[in-house]
């Protein structure tokens, strides 16, 4: 029953575990609180007490609330006062051989019936009930902080966990109000799981030297509207604790190359360079938050001449900026002086300039992924010119919506991010660590994205998230969905199938689009689409080969495009 009022215990009264006996006791439960600190859980229940009069203070809870929630707080000065609970919760150490004693331990008091459940966030649930006489009554509740706050937890159901202990834990999650989500007991469970894209892939980024860890950060918060970038959620959660979870979920993983930690990490972990918490990080905190930095802008655009490649999805909305500040779209583009705009997916510009024999020395691409009334990407090629960068942030960056500029890469900064989350998000799903439904609400409510990741990959198209991917480089659902449906939620399917909420991943049978005949493995693929993102594994590929394209841009010649009209 939703409205089942459950006798709970808490052991480990830290900021989760006091944050958990906070929830369940506003929500009507009765918490028993045990701590083997010094003090126990007098202490605790004291500030769990002052915040509930705070809130009542201000408003956010009635008086009667605050004071009922305060009566249900039992704070127990021996393990045994738990006897009596039908659920126990452990919020200890992040310590396997803690936790497998304390479970051993509760085994001994509670009853035949009671439930044990662990908040641990990195611990595999079958490992802490390995030793359990009763395995089957064991499973995962990993909550977030602030827990009262962050609506979303993880249940685990471990390799032993009985069905009906996972389905009983998931209705008690959601009486408080909060969204319980599925997940099998895998590494990183769901969320940290799915959050690790948005870590590695701007790490590369830096690696590479396609733009500074601010830039990163200052683009993927407004071009694609996440709340903080991949360096500010390192410096708030500690680069020490972030960076023991990269290394972690990559070996558990079996060393995946999505989840391949980055150089970089250890010599800041070394020099002790923490983030917010020690002062420094990615960004230095001596003297405050780092403000954001403010682009220049200019009143009155200088003007030239541009060309803009037939092909630009966005050619009229490039030609309509460029004349805002005085530019002039030039018919063709072999004169000197036209600037040259092109816009890729998932493409280096010196890799079209030698494709198409434009000139890498005029050349700047322009990111057609979150559209030209957000910040602007723009990207030069390894030789184009200072004069034709300042001229292309002027005509683009200049006026009301600014402009970043990156270095020559396999895909603009939101597309290998996005790519990236999405090609691990569609391989959590496939692999049925947990629904559609639930993947998307974790990622949503746990990491404060700004939409989920299957989602977004319904919005960019299957076939778009196909196009530039091999066949068997990417999860099959994209694979597959890009085959035989195509785009994604302008089509009616995509990556979660829209109007079917818990629907889940399909094998569908591979079909060439041009012929509409099955697919042998050794087939080329036809697979036309209006624009895509790179997955991992095809930036890859394209990093082996950006020394051979560049070579191809900048020793050719540069023969002159055709005339277009």
């Given amino acids: 029953m939703s409205g089942e009022k459950y006798r709970i215990g808490v052991v480990g009264l830290g900021v989760m575990g006091r944050g958990i006996a906070q929830l369940f006791a506003t929500t009507g439960h ?103 006489r009763r395995p089957e009554r064991i499973a995962g509740l990993h909550f977030f902080n602030p827990v009262p706050l962050m609506k979303v937890v993880e249940v685990i159901a ?24 599925s997940a099998q007991d895998q590494p990183g469970f769901l969320v940290n799981h799915a959050g690790r894209g948005l870590y590695t892939e701007g790490l ?68 002790g360079l923490f983030g917010r918490k020690t002062g420094q990080g990615w960004y230095d905190y001596r003297e405050g938050t780092p403000s954001a930095q403010r682009d220049p802008s200019s009143t009155i655009g200088e003007g030239g001449r541009v060309w803009i490649a037939p092909d630009c999805e966005q050619f009229e909305g490039l030609a309509a900026a460029v004349m805002e500040r005085n530019g002039v779209i030039a018919p063709y583009a072999e004169d ?60 683009l960056g200049g006026g009301e919506t600014p402009a970043t500029m990156i270095a020559d890469s396999p895909g603009f900064i939101t597309q290998r991010v996005l790519a990236t989350i999405i090609n691990i998000a569609c391989q959590i799903a496939q692999r049925g660590i947990a629904t559609v439904a639930d993947i998307d609400d974790a990622v949503r409510l746990g990491l404060g994205y700004p939409t989920g990741p299957l989602a977004w990959g319904d919005h960019i198209g ?22 035989r449906l195509g785009c994604g939620s302008g089509h009616g399917s995509g990556c979660r199938s829209p109007g079917r909420r818990s629907h889940e991943p399909v094998r569908l049978q591979r079909l060439d ?17 209006p624009g895509g993102l790179a997955s991992t594994a095809s930036i890859a590929r394209a990093r082996r080969g950006t020394f051979a394209r560049l070579a191809v841009a900048l020793f050719s010649g540069h023969p002159a495009p055709g005339r277009h009209g």
């Fill in 158 to 181: 471990g390799a032993r966990t009985s069905s009906d202990v996972a389905a009983a834990l998931k209705t008690m999650i959601e009486a408080t109000g909060h969204r319980a989500v």
């Fill in 513 to 529: 689009r041009a012929s509409g005949n099955p697919l042998r493995h050794d087939q080329p693929v036809s697979c036309p689409g």
């Fill in 336 to 395: 000197p002086d036209v600037l040259i705009l092109i816009q890729p997916w998932g493409r280096e510009a010196s890799a079209v300039c030698a494709e198409q024999g434009l000139d890498p020395n005029r050349t700047i691409a322009v990111d057609p992924l979150p559209g030209l009334s957000r910040r602007r990407t723009l990207m030069a090629t390894p030789a184009t010119t200072a004069q034709a960068r300042a001229k292309a942030m002027d005509l």
């Fill in 30 to 132: 009765t918490v028993t609180m045990y701590d083997s600190a010094p003090g126990g859980a007098r202490g605790p229940r004291d500030q769990i007490a002052a915040i509930l009069d705070q809130l009542a203070g201000k408003g956010r809870i009635s008086a009667d609330v605050a004071r009922e929630a305060r009566g249900r707080l039992l704070p127990v000065e021996r393990l045994d006062g738990l006897a009596e609970c039908d659920v126990v919760i452990e919020a200890i150490v992040e310590d396997l051989n803690a936790k497998v004693s304390l479970v051993s331990a509760l085994e001994v008091i509670l009853g035949e019936e009671a439930m044990i459940a662990s908040n641990t966030s990195s611990l595999l649930i079958s490992q802490i009930a390995s030793g359990a």
């Fill in 204 to 271: 590369a980024l830096l690696e590479d030297g396609i733009a500074s860890h601010a830039d990163i950060d200052q683009v993927l918060k407004d071009a694609a509207g996440f709340r903080m970038g991949p360096f500010e959620l390192f410096d708030l959660t500690g680069i020490d604790v972030s960076g023991r979870v990269l290394q972690g979920i990559f070996e558990q993983f079996q060393f995946e190359p999505r989840f391949r930690p980055s150089s970089l990490v250890p010599p800041r972990i070394a020099a």
């Fill in 462 to 483: 299957a076939a778009g998230l196909w196009r530039f991917s091999t066949p068997f480089a990417i999860p099959p659902v994209i694979r597959d969905t890009a085959f």
